[in-house]
């Protein structure tokens, strides 16, 4: 297999050989691939992600907060709750709407 690269990019692997960073122009192409897959598996995640609090704001599942200080608060919260096994997180941040103004 042949691939094209660009002069800047065929300088930069070279740059990465010379320096002893990796053995050869295969390993930097095989590196690179390697890294490619893994930032497109985390790209998609993030885009699950994304959608997964999408939805829960389409479904009122919100919590609203009049400062960073209720914000901090209901985290550290959280946080030892699901330390002590009282409740797991995702049962606490999801399904609930609370407002930091009622509370």
């Given at each position: 297999m042949n691939i094209q690269l660009s002069s800047e990019d065929m300088?930069?692997?070279e740059n990465l050989v010379e320096a002893g960073v990796y053995k050869n122009?295969?390993?930097v192409v095989a590196t690179a691939l390697r890294l490619?897959?893994?930032n497109e598996?985390?790209?998609v995640e993030l885009q699950r992600l994304i959608q997964e609090g999408v939805d829960d704001i389409e479904a009122g599942?919100?919590?609203e907060f009049d400062s960073a200080d209720q914000?901090?608060?209901h985290i550290l919260e959280m946080a030892e709750e699901q330390k002590?096994?009282?409740a797991p997180v995702g049962d606490l941040a999801k399904g609930t709407?609370?407002?930091a103004r009622n509370s």
């Open positions: 300088t930069f692997v122009v295969d390993e490619l897959g893994s598996g985390k790209f599942r919100v919590l914000l901090t608060a002590n096994a009282k709407k609370r407002s």
